[in-house]
Structures are given as C-alpha cells and as structure tokens.
Nanobody, 117 residues
C-alpha cells in the first residue's frame, strides 16, 4: 500500500513563500503522476499542479507563474514551491500520487497553508 506524507505547510504573510514536500513510500516503482490539490473551507477540492514522471507539468490558472512543481523520482518525492502567496491560497493542500492508468490514486493526509497578515 502506497502512503503519502506531506510536510511544509504553515502560516505565511501575503507575498511570502512556502515549499511543500510529499514522499511516497511503499512503492517499488516510480509513481507515474504526482501532484497537489487543495481544498478551502466550504469549497470543493481543486487541482493545483501535477507532473508526470519525465513529462510536463500542469497548473491551475490561478497559480501559474507563482507556483512551481518538481519531482525527485529517485526518492518518489514531489515538491511545490509557492511564491507570491495570496490569502486566496489559504487551504488544506493534499498530495496525490497515481500509477499509470489509475483514475484516483493515493492521497496524503493534507497540510494546512494559511496566508494572512
């Protein structure tokens, strides 16, 4: 069973930066697709960014130019560098990882990101 452990959330002022990390353990192969979703209170979970192993990244329009997703396949780890953070970025951020062909995959427990002065 694949387990995902996120870290790096916290409280930051508007305009600040945070870096999230997510490690996938329990898999003997590189996860095909790893990424980040977020859910604000009262809202549906939404895609933030995903990246296929050896492929291009996909970003939500709201974070393009501010967030950067990257992967370390040797460690089955995905990162999310978040710059120029806004209060609207406040949410619980969830890591997701999938094998090739999976529709849903595995979820982490979530890490809170709060952007507030």
């Amino acid at each position: 069973q694949v387990q995902l452990v996120e870290s790096g959330g916290g409280l930051v002022q508007p305009g600040g930066s945070l870096r999230l990390s997510c490690v996938a353990s329990g898999s003997r192969v590189t996860m095909y697709n790893m990424g980040w979703y977020r859910q604000a209170p009262g809202e549906q979970r939404e895609l933030v960014a995903t990246k296929i192993s050896g492929g291009s990244a996909n970003y939500a329009d709201s974070v393009k130019g501010r967030f950067t997703i990257s992967r370390d396949n040797a460690k089955n780890t995905v990162y999310l560098q978040m710059n120029s953070l806004k209060p609207d970025d406040t949410a619980v951020y969830y890591c997701n990882a999938r094998f090739f062909g999976q529709q849903i995959g595995f979820w982490g427990q979530g890490t809170q990101v709060t952007v507030s002065s």
